[in-house]
């Protein structure tokens, strides 16, 4: 009885011993993943916010600008800018995503209503302002449920 005491025991030990590193081994990998991951995610969320008020922005000085006193090339200059970071935008959702794909559809529109403004054509903002108003609050919603995600560890 107590050989088996004993045995129990060492065995016990050994256990501890050989499980105890491979626990903290994994828990540290475990800690790293999660940091990584929520270091990415704050990352992509920084960086989708800059991209989406910048669209904005671009988009806000198209309508507004008299662009009868300025050349034809700034205009360009300014759609080739606002189209690089739609492309950005649309690398960076989640196509699966209902409201990231409602993001994509907005800035789409968002270029169309400025597409082919000539300097002497009249503005017609109506059709921009109103995506931009739908955007502001779908991309707020989404920021807020990726900081939430981040928040939560997932």
Do not use: Y
């Not at 940091?35 to 910048?54: G, H, K, S, Y």
Request: glycine share 2%.
């Amino acid at each position: 009885m107590t050989d088996t005491i004993a045995l129990i025991s060492a065995l016990t030990a050994l256990c501890a011993v050989l499980l105890g590193p491979l626990v903290a081994l994994w828990s540290a990998r475990r800690q790293s993943h999660v940091a990584v991951l929520a270091t990415n995610r704050q990352t992509w969320i920084n960086t989708l916010r800059e991209l989406i008020a910048e669209c904005m922005s671009i988009s806000g000085l198209i309508h507004l600008a008299d662009w009868s006193q300025r050349p034809q090339g700034d205009f360009e200059e300014k759609m080739e800018r606002l189209s690089f970071l739609v492309s950005k935008i649309r690398l960076m959702i989640n196509p699966e995503e209902e409201d990231h794909q409602r993001l994509v559809q907005l800035l789409s529109e968002i270029i169309k209503s400025l597409r082919d403004r000539k300097a002497d054509v009249p503005k017609d903002a109506a059709a921009g302002a109103k995506a931009v108003k739908e955007l502001v609050p779908l991309s707020q919603a989404i920021l807020k449920r990726e900081w939430e995600r981040v928040k939560r560890v997932e």
